[in-house]
């Protein structure tokens, strides 16, 4: 469940997409969270923390179309928050 998704910036010239901010919030249950927009750069021009702590991508998390699915069931306590750039 995406708690917000904020538009921060917009990106500069040469085609760079905006960069958008994401929250969710666990719920002991949900691995995969909607984006608002595909991740530029194949997937891979995002960055995620789970808790204030950076996770790594095909490790911890994966990026499918706008999909980003956990390879953790995250707590009602847990926030998994980050940026991305746009396609």
Same mark, same amino acid.
């Not at 929250?23 to 991740?39: K, Y």
């Not at 530029?40 to 960055?47: C, E, K, L, P």
């Not at 994966?62 to 995250?74: A, C, E, P, V």
């Given at each position: 469940?995406?708690?917000?998704?904020?538009? #921060?910036?917009?990106?500069?010239?040469?085609?760079?997409?905006?960069?958008?901010?994401?929250?969710?919030?666990?719920?002991?249950?949900?691995?995969?969270?909607?984006?608002?927009?595909?991740?530029?750069?194949?997937?891979?021009?995002?960055?995620?923390?789970?808790?204030?702590?950076?996770?790594? #991508?095909? @490790? #911890?998390?994966?990026?499918?179309?706008?999909?980003?699915? @956990?390879?953790? @069931?995250?707590?009602?306590?847990?926030?998994?928050?980050?940026?991305?750039?746009?396609?």
């Amino acid at each position: 469940r995406e708690i917000k998704n904020i538009k #921060q910036t917009k990106g500069g010239g040469g085609g760079m997409g905006n960069v958008v901010r994401f929250v969710f919030n666990g719920d002991g249950t949900t691995t995969a969270f909607t984006l608002s927009a595909e991740v530029a750069g194949g997937g891979s021009a995002i960055i995620a923390h789970l808790n204030g702590q950076y996770i790594h #991508q095909t @490790t #911890q998390f994966n990026i499918s179309g706008r999909t980003l699915t @956990t390879t953790l @069931t995250m707590i009602n306590t847990d926030i998994l928050e980050g940026w991305f750039i746009r396609t």
